[in-house]
């Protein structure tokens, strides 16, 4: 694998070109692990430094996904959702959710969730963390905070593979109204990156999301980091 020394193209981008390639001609198949980037920094004749500036940038448009101590290797068909129907709530009552709880507490709501959920500092709210699973592989954190008054008696039972939207309208019988979702990226320290079986610094989407009943009232507050790798987003509108 030859790079032509004397282009302007830097030649990281050069590595990128032709590692991307190898993706899209199948030559590289879906689940197969890369060389090591000292292996390729050999095959390429060029330092790691620009192996490894080529394989995140292929992380980034999620070619490729990094395992901790397993290595790099290369993503499937990362999953379409339609953003209209994730944000106007829609959801198969028959399909499954399923999701590791990682904790579940009762605990008073403090300056920013308490401003988040309209409460104050002291008002009590249920935080749920979760860790959201698709073919036994983790997708997606889940911090959701509800109001402790507006959910008497709920347990971690209660919630278990199941949607929050679900619960609300099902045992709560919350009238929801909307929600609100801000996207943005977000950059995984080391402790979110353990938990999505990537590396540290591996780029996400992050979702910050706000319910609200009928009556304006915000019943559900949630972030949720999401892997670029397993997910694309889409929108459609009429002409």
């Known amino acids: ?32 692990q890369l060389p090591t980037e000292q292996e390729l920094s050999d095959l390429f004749d060029v330092s790691t430094i620009t192996v490894k500036r080529a394989v995140i940038e292929l992380v980034n448009k999620g070619y490729l996904f990094r395992q901790r101590g397993k290595g790099t290797f290369v993503s499937g068909a990362a999953k379409e959702q339609d953003l209209n129907s994730i944000i106007s709530l829609t959801t198969n009552s028959d399909q499954e959710h399923p999701h590791d709880l990682m904790s579940f507490t009762y605990e008073a709501a403090g300056e ?22 698709e073919n036994n592989d983790p997708i997606a954190l889940e911090y959701t905070y509800l109001p402790a008054e507006k959910c008497p008696g709920l347990t971690s039972d209660d919630i278990n593979n199941e949607l929050i939207f679900n619960i ?67 929108t459609e509108v009429q002409l």
Request: hydrophobic fraction near 35%; charged fraction near 35%; aromatic fraction near 12%.
């Open 1 to 32: 694998m030859q790079l032509d020394k004397s282009l302007h193209i830097p030649l990281y981008r050069q590595v990128e070109k032709i590692l991307e390639e190898k993706i899209i001609s199948g030559q590289w198949e879906i689940g197969s």
């Open 112 to 133: 920013e969730i308490g401003e988040k959920l309209r409460l104050d500092p002291e008002d009590e709210v249920i935080k749920i963390e979760r860790l959201k699973i």
């Open 168 to 234: 609300l309208k099902n045992r709560f019988h919350v009238s929801l109204g909307r929600a609100k979702a801000f996207i943005r990226p977000y950059i995984l320290p080391k402790k979110q990156s353990k938990l999505l079986q990537v590396e540290t610094g591996t780029a996400v989407f992050e979702w910050e999301r706000f319910t609200y009943t009928k009556q304006e009232d915000i019943i559900e507050y949630s972030k949720f980091y999401i892997r670029a790798d397993k997910e694309v987003y889409y």
